[in-house]
């Protein structure tokens, strides 16, 4: 049952309207925060939409039965500078499984995370596209002279507001589909460069363009994160829908940190090729041998959460389930209940044409 339409269609359903309804009677009567006291209202946004963050990995794990495999290096939690993370986009949901991912490091990893996603369709969606926004994600347009003041807005609002992230990037700009597999292809063969079967040339402008706007803060590693998905890629939301979860997802990272690092140039864009160069190769191994990367040389390999982030999950499930069936009984039993969920929705929705979205209000405090 889980792994069919019908599960497929409970798991955004729940994720939808959970995401709704915990931004509305959550969220929204902290706003004013946002314009008082802009530090804490980031420090709370950030808890309220972690732990909805720690819902959905629940779910994932724990109700459809997703495993997770790690290995490599470990993403450490660092009080001295931000993280920037970059990883081949396999499907277009990798980032909501990475979340299983960095939940079992440390919660303060989580909580900090940011990811820097394509602004359409996400920013837009019900629920989850406002709990993007004010998770201070940043959506970037594909036109790499507008994303570039989207990153140092982004970047420089992180800084104020005193916080170290962890930032998911995908070089790439596109997942593995159709589109993105033709244009790499036509991209290899302009630049005499060798076709790639499981990953996409990096878009090296734009990371090198991210790693040295990060390095003018207070900066600590380069993370390097394979993904890779066994036995069924869920290529997209459609997927998902259909019940087509994977049984296991499968990531390999590498830590590099700061001072092995180039400081920008040319260099950063030779350092991305040759990472994506290695993914290929990476991925190769796996796809066609044993399904499962190589340990790494600290040799770690880990598969489960461990207690206290296992009680949390159990926390999130009964906490969101109950305030599903609460809020929801409010809202069809008292139409003062249902009006200002009405009122809300339409107010939340007009945010992002009327004025760029939440993640721009906030750049501009």
């Not at 729940?14 to 995401?19: C, K, M, N, T």
């Not at 690092?261 to 991305?272: K, N, S, V, Y």
């Not at 969920?341 to 906030?362: E, M, N, R, S």
């Amino acid at each position: 049952m889980r792994r069919t339409v019908v599960g497929g269609l409970f798991y955004w359903t729940v994720l939808i309207v959970s995401a709704c309804l915990g931004i509305i009677f959550m969220m929204v009567p902290l706003l004013p925060l946002m314009f008082i006291k802009a530090p804490l209202f980031r420090k709370v946004a950030d808890l309220v939409t972690t732990f909805y963050f720690v819902f959905v990995v629940t779910l994932m794990e724990l109700v459809y039965g997703v495993k997770v495999i790690i290995t490599g290096d470990r993403i450490e939690t660092s009080k001295f500078g931000s993280n920037l993370l970059i990883m081949n986009h396999r499907t277009r949901l990798d980032w909501m499984f990475f979340w299983c991912c960095l939940y079992r490091y440390s919660y303060a990893n989580f909580l900090n995370q940011k990811i820097s996603l394509k602004d359409f369709p996400l920013k837009n969606l019900l629920g989850l596209g406002w709990a993007t926004q004010l998770a201070a994600y940043i959506f970037m347009k594909r036109n790499f002279e507008k994303d570039k003041i989207t990153i140092r807005e982004m970047l420089s609002y992180y800084q104020r507001m005193g916080q170290n992230v962890n930032l998911l990037f995908f070089p790439e700009g596109i997942d593995k589909c159709e589109t993105g597999m033709e244009r790499s292809k036509r991209y290899a063969e302009a630049n005499n460069l060798m076709e790639y079967e499981h990953v996409l040339h990096p878009r090296v402008n734009g990371f090198s363009y991210l790693s040295t706007e990060m390095f003018k803060y207070t900066f600590d590693s380069l993370y390097d994160v394979t993904v890779a998905y066994k036995p069924i890629v869920p290529q997209d939301e459609l997927a998902i829908l259909k019940g087509k979860f994977p049984e296991e997802v499968h990531f390999h990272i590498t830590r590099y940190r700061r001072d092995s690092l180039p400081d920008g140039g040319e260099e950063l864009q030779q350092l991305c090729k040759d990472l994506w160069k290695e993914k290929e190769h990476r991925l190769a191994d796996f796809y066609t041998k044993d399904l499962r990367f190589n340990e790494g040389s600290n040799g770690m390999r880990s598969t489960q959460c461990d207690m206290p982030r296992k009680a949390w999950q159990m926390v999130s499930l009964i906490y969101w389930f109950s305030f599903l069936f609460v809020s929801i009984y409010f809202v069809a039993t008292s139409s003062l209940t249902l009006c200002y969920v009405i009122a809300c929705a339409i107010g939340l929705t007009a945010i992002d044409p009327l004025f760029g979205g939440f993640d721009k209000i906030q750049t501009r405090l």
